[in-house]
């Protein structure tokens, strides 16, 4: 029998953790629910979840320090689910450390997809996965070719640059995810990098020319506005 994942619901309105835990136990995963920071903390200590879903505003704490907490000492994936909709508080969210942010209201196949995502990318990743990545990824056509350091496009070499190439790679291994301009820029050009995002407004313009039939209309990269760049999942 197949061992299920532990999901932990972090949200201080009933009628929504109740709805969380409803959709997600008939998805077949077990959970658990906190209403304030406090438990949700002893919880997170006591049962290492699989996956956390974090609302940011609870009656005791605010949900980013659960967030700053967990990351001292744990990966364990967190997807922010929030009403808040501010690029700042997505920005702010991910660079601390969420793996994925939601905005309230959700559609339920959309939470679902976003936690295949994170737990996938938990269960995938090596601790130096950062520095090594080989095989294939596909998604729709696209192909990108890490051994080979090639994109394709239905199977057709599309002669990206060096920088181009950095980018759709890393995007690719975080396939699903929304990574933030600062997380890219530090990925791809050190720590110190000045934060610019014009240089890569300029990569994804000219990347996008290459791989979408219809730059204005990616289906393979999304921009989410103010916030960074998603690939999208793979086949
Ligand atoms: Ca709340």
Redesign the pocket.
Known sequence: MKIKDKILII???AS?SSFIATVLAANSYDTMVAHTGSEAISMITSHCPDLILL?????DMD?GSILKFVREWSTCPIIVV??RNHERDKVEALDAGADDYIVKPFGTSELLARIRTAIRHTRTHLPNGDIAQSGQFKAMGLTIDYDKHQVLVDGQNVHLTQNEYKLVSLLGKYAGRVLTYDFIIRQLWGPKAKSDNQILRVNMANIRRKIEKNPAEPKYIFTEIGVGYRMVDPD
Request: proline letters at 8%.
């Open positions: 949200e201080d309105e929504i609302d940011l505003g609870l009656p949900g929030s009403a």
